[in-house]
């Protein structure tokens, strides 16, 4: 049993007989009424997601869920390739499976995978991935002083702003939960 107010985005449970995966979550206190948590919630079978408000001590009942670390190898069309790094077994799955966090899939990356009844319910990528900075505007002279931060394009195609220094090419450190810069990557 999980309590409503320990519910992540992620999270596999059971409300009303039925698989649900949590794709938001979030906590909110008016005034002086009761707080609530206000939740998103994605159906396995249908994909239908629906919106449900609960108690902050309600609990959800949550299926055993395995995890496994897979490989990403390659893009298939619109699925990835992941590969159990074990028994090197081969699966596609569809980018809705890892969200937003897909714009920082790098080939050879380790990934977390949750399964329930050998299906894969969700993807996780390490909190903190190390990407290349494929291009990004020249400093410009003086931009250290204000730290502006600027745009880049890393080597997977996502957009992040980075400070001033980065240069083209340059490995950096960026969180997939927040897809911020963290730092840069040591050598």
């Known amino acids: 049993m999980l309590r409503a107010s320990d519910l992540r985005p992620g999270k596999v449970i059971i409300y009303e007989n039925a698989l649900y995966t949590v794709k938001d979550a979030t906590h909110v206190a008016k005034g ?10 994605k159906n396995f079978q249908s994909g239908q997601i629906i919106d449900q408000r609960a108690r902050v001590d309600d609990t959800f009942e949550t299926p055993f869920v395995q995890s496994k670390e897979y490989e990403y190898l390659y893009n298939d069309g619109n699925d990835f390739v992941l590969a159990d790094v074990e028994t090197y ?31 894969i319910v969700s993807v996780a990528l390490p909190h903190v991935v190390e990407l290349a900075v494929k291009d990004t505007p020249p400093v410009v002279k003086g931009a250290t002083a204000t730290n502006q931060n600027k745009d880049a394009v890393l080597e997977t195609g996502a957009r992040i702003k980075v400070p001033p220094f980065i240069d083209n090419g340059e490995v950096v450190r960026v969180d997939t939960r927040s897809g911020e810069y963290v730092e840069r990557a040591k050598s």
């Open 32 to 41: 002086n009424k009761r707080s609530y948590i206000q939740l998103k919630l």
């Open 89 to 119: 077994d081969q699966i596609p799955i569809s980018p809705e499976l890892i969200g937003d966090a897909v714009k920082f899939m790098k080939e050879n990356i380790r990934v977390s995978v949750d399964l329930i009844d050998g299906k």
